[in-house]
């Protein structure tokens, strides 16, 4: 046994010598599953020779399956292209054949990598080219797939079928045309591949070219004959091309096809298709030529004024219609304000009326327009006859309904007999124009009985289409003016759209838009506007003013570092005015993320108490941008704030932060006089607004306005006396004003002017500084839809804190409830705050010291509307209550008494209101 076992030692001695001497070993151990870790990164590296010598001898199985795919050394070789080892293990018989648990041979992996010398000899040892893997793919779909031409000419030869399918029904050709290898793609059709084989689904090589936007590949295709088919499903190669917005693969099955031209159009009727995708494929197109161009708009002008006859009949489907329409009108617009560009010239033909008059184009839709402007004008005669003789008993559904001079067609049913009869046609045709839908659908008149009733019927319907008038008119003008013709249009219609929006205010937001976008428009429509609710008024503020924009939401998408606004809090109004200006406005505008330096908290409570710091060092009097107001609550623009050598640059700032608070619903701890929140809405001050500065003062202006000053021998003049750095200079209030006397008949003007001397001039370089920094966030357009004292309530919230509001909208966790003790005691010791503890609580929690309009139930969290919330801790001697300021949570420890609790709570309150961390 001894002697065994000395002569075991002896050999492994030996073995440990030569390996010493060699540098590597030169024997392979006799378990294949070790041997086979020893030889493949040699066989990975092609050393061959070392291979071979340990191969020498040994009982080693070269065809042995190794891991958890199951490959030989064979399918290492020839997918690391190592062609000596490669030789070298086919020579010692490994199977070229030999599939590992994919169903993979070496020849599929020599294939996928390119490795021609591997390829060939692998052929040379028989190996088939035939076999597939589990998902039926052979040896020439893996060089189609990575578009390997020259390796595909050798392998083609060995071939037996070209068109061999994978488990899709997938051929070779398949899947070059899908991943667009053309010099691939023309080695199979000459290699006899079929051009029109569909797989299991009925695609086509043409389909899948399609369906990845492949243009080369598609015109080869078709150039060779390839047959415009759909798959099982109906799925067209137009339909793939669309829906992926590929316009120059469009372009290329136009030009074989003709017919998809009109295919085309008509697919801007389909809701599953994106609008996006559609306009980007139609403006390719019409780019290619004046031609092109000219059709497509003059085929979506057509559609469109098909879809919006339909829309003016009470038959059909107001959303389906109304969507479709404006649909087929933003898609017209878009393309005719791009129009083909030319390469000789670069001018754009779409507004080159030399080439393409714009009457042309747009021909088929003064047809819609003139329908529309027809009845506008009906409805209204017809409103005027009942209003001026309401006892005549004019019934303004028939009378609106009726068609003038209707062919016999449509007269059959639409006569005043009919009418008579107990049924009017639910129609609303062009006046002097047939029915455009072949089915008149009877209505009785219990559905029309007078005009308001008419009104709420066809209000929304007229009004979408005048929506799409207005996109139209648009899309002729430059960029940020609006057509006079639509201003003349609206004003001809004054009468009937201000009834419209009387009846149904939700016009306004739905269809009206253009009110934002016209002051002079706007102004008939304001006082309209400002009579709706103010919820409805907010909600379509914001609804408008994030259009467009990706979700603001900071905790639904990543935060990038380089976005974070890293702030110092001993420096925090010079920090942050540094780190805002240099951050893009389109960043700030999807999610603001603050941090502050030392700090390592970070989320929406710290963004709230950001705003709230801001807010109050804003009116810091060291920086002298504004004063407080004679009330001594509110503040006005410092008329002296350039003091400040930056002072424009900080009041710019400061309009940033107010229009980043706005458009991200965060309240800021400031009130503004009357007269600035007039400013910041275009709204002229008047002689009362000088109360909040000078309430003497503007007694005396009350005094002359309301007495005659015709005997009193004031000597006003239209100047005043104006202390500048306490030197006393008088200003004039308009040109010559130092010579001309204040009299009875002009003492309303010159109250005017000296309120806008003090009250706008005075700081007119100020205001605009602040409305430049303001409107970078916040549109002129949609603030006027409020007045000066809903502006406060939307960025400052409600100045008092209504306790038992806040108790009815507080939530428990953890076990609390209302019941509980504690629960009953905190809100006990809230009643026994001042106004001022509670502030410090309420930012304690939720990091913001205000109350958002509408009460606590709309108080603002990290993910949207989040209540005020209790959570129970378990007590411990001295525990503080402590807070997550995102999910505006307190967390409550259970004390033992009401006099614990308030004596804990007020400790946090007064020493821990500031600063966030991780905890």
Not at 318 to 346: D, T
Not at 404 to 425: F, H, K, L, N, W
Not at 596 to 611: A, I, L, T
């Amino acid at each position: 046994m001894m002697e065994r076992a000395m002569e075991q030692l002896n050999v492994q001695l030996n073995r440990l010598t030569r390996s010493l001497r060699r540098a590597r070993t030169v024997e392979l151990p006799e378990d294949n599953e070790t041997a086979v870790y020893t030889l493949m990164p040699m066989v990975m590296a092609d050393q061959h020779r070392s291979v071979s010598e340990l191969l020498l001898n040994s009982k080693f199985d070269v065809n042995y399956a190794f891991g958890r795919v199951k490959r030989s050394l064979l399918h290492i070789a020839a997918n690391c292209g190592s062609v000596e080892c490669l030789v070298l293990l086919l020579k010692r018989g490994a199977n070229p054949n030999y599939q590992d648990i994919s169903g993979c041979t070496p020849l599929h992996l020599a294939a996928r990598n390119g490795q021609k010398k591997c390829m060939g000899r692998l052929l040379e040892y028989n190996a088939d080219v035939n076999i597939c893997n589990n998902e039926g793919l052979t040896a020439i779909h893996w060089l189609a797939v990575n578009g390997r031409t020259e390796l595909l000419h050798d392998l083609v030869q060995h071939v037996s079928n070209v068109d061999v399918e994978d488990a899709m029904g997938q051929t070779a050709l398949h899947v070059a045309c899908q991943n667009g290898h053309k010099t691939t793609v023309l080695c199979l059709l000459d290699s006899g591949a079929d051009i029109n084989r569909p797989n299991v689904s009925g695609a086509t090589p043409l389909y899948f070219a399609c369906s990845h936007g492949q243009r080369d590949t598609a015109q080869i295709l078709l150039s060779r004959g390839a047959k415009y088919l759909a798959d099982k499903n109906g799925v067209t190669p137009l339909d793939l091309c669309v829906q992926g917005g590929y316009g120059e693969t469009c372009e290329i099955l136009i030009q074989h096809h003709g017919r998809l031209f009109q295919t085309l159009i008509q697919m801007t009727q389909n809701d599953d298709i994106k609008e996006n995708m559609l306009r980007q494929v139609l403006e390719h197109v019409s780019q290619q030529s004046e031609l092109h161009y000219q059709r497509i708009l003059t085929s979506l002008a057509e559609v469109a004024t098909t879809n919006g006859h339909k829309l003016l009949s009470l038959s059909s489907n107001y959303e389906a219609q109304m969507k479709s329409l404006l649909r087929i009108v933003r898609i017209f617009c878009h393309v005719f304000r791009l129009g083909p560009s030319s390469p000789n010239n670069g001018n754009d033909m779409g507004y080159n009326g030399n080439k393409t008059p714009k009457s042309q184009v747009l021909k088929p839709l003064e047809l819609l327009w003139h329908s529309l402007d027809e009845w506008l004008v009906l409805i209204s005669t017809e409103l005027q006859k009942n209003c001026s003789d309401p006892a005549s008993g004019a019934d303004i559904a028939s009378l609106l309904l009726k068609q003038r001079e209707a062919d016999s067609s449509v007269s059959a049913i639409a006569t005043v007999t009919d009418y008579g009869s107990g049924a009017v046609p639910s129609v609303l045709p062009s006046p002097g124009q047939p029915s455009l839908d072949p089915e008149v659908v009877m209505v009785t008149p219990e559905t029309c009985c007078d005009g308001e009733d008419v009104i709420s019927m066809t209000a929304n319907r007229l009004s979408a289409v005048i929506q799409a008038f207005y996109m139209c008119c648009s899309c002729q003008m430059p960029q940020g003016m609006t057509s006079p013709r639509f201003i003349e249009f609206v004003c001809k219609h004054d009468e009937v759209l201000k009834c419209f929006v009387t009846r149904n205010p939700k016009i306004i937001f739905n269809h009206f838009h253009f009110l934002l976008e016209c002051p002079e428009l706007m102004s008939r429509f304001m006082h309209i506007i400002k009579a709706q609710p103010f919820k409805e008024r907010c909600e379509w503020f914001y609804e408008h003013l994030l259009a467009g924009q990706p979700d603001s939401d900071m905790v639904h998408r990543p935060v990038n570092e380089n976005d974070i606004l890293l702030v110092h809090r001993e420096s925090i109004f010079r920090s942050s005015c540094e780190v805002v200006s240099k951050s893009s406005n389109q960043k700030l505008k999807q999610g603001i993320a603050v941090r502050f330096h030392g700090e390592e908290g970070m989320g929406q409570g710290v963004v709230r108490e950001w705003f709230d710091i801001l807010s109050n060092e804003i009116i810091n009097p060291d920086y002298a941008l504004f004063t407080q107001s004679a009330d001594g609550t509110t503040f006005q623009p410092n008329s002296n704030s350039s003091v400040n050598p930056d002072h424009l640059n900080y009041f710019r700032f400061a309009g940033q932060i107010l229009g980043l608070a706005l458009y991200h619903r965060q309240l800021v701890n400031i009130y503004f006089t009357r007269s600035f929140y007039k400013h910041i809405l275009g709204i002229p001050v008047n002689y009362q607004d000088v109360a909040s500065i000078d309430p003497e003062y503007a007694k005396n202006l009350q005094w002359i306005l309301d007495n005659d000053i015709s005997d009193l021998g004031l000597e006003l003049t239209f100047s005043v006396e104006t202390d500048v750095f306490g030197a006393m200079e008088e200003v004039p209030l308009k040109p010559g004003g130092i010579s001309i006397l204040v009299t009875q008949d002009n003492k309303a003007e010159y109250v005017q002017l000296v309120t806008e001397l003090r009250m706008t001039r005075a700081i007119q370089p100020q205001i605009n500084a602040f409305l430049q920094g303001f409107h970078t966030f916040i549109l002129p357009s949609l603030i006027q839809l409020f007045d000066e004292y809903e502006l406060e309530l939307l960025l400052s919230g409600m100045p008092e804190i209504d306790v038992t509001d806040w108790n009815r909208n507080t939530e428990y966790t953890s076990g609390y409830d209302l019941d509980e003790p504690v629960i009953q005691w905190f809100w006990e010791v809230v009643e026994s705050l001042t106004q001022e503890e509670r502030i410090l609580l309420l930012q304690f929690v939720t990091g913001s010291s205000r109350v958002p309009h509408g009460g606590f139930a709309y108080l603002m969290g990290g993910s949207g509307l989040q209540k005020f919330t209790i959570a129970a801790v378990p007590y411990t001697a001295h525990l503080l209550p402590t807070s997550s300021t995102c999910i505006n949570m307190l967390k409550l420890p259970e004390y033992p008494s009401q006099e614990v609790l308030r004596d804990r709570l007020l400790v946090a309150l007064h020493c821990g209101s500031y600063g966030y961390t991780m905890a």
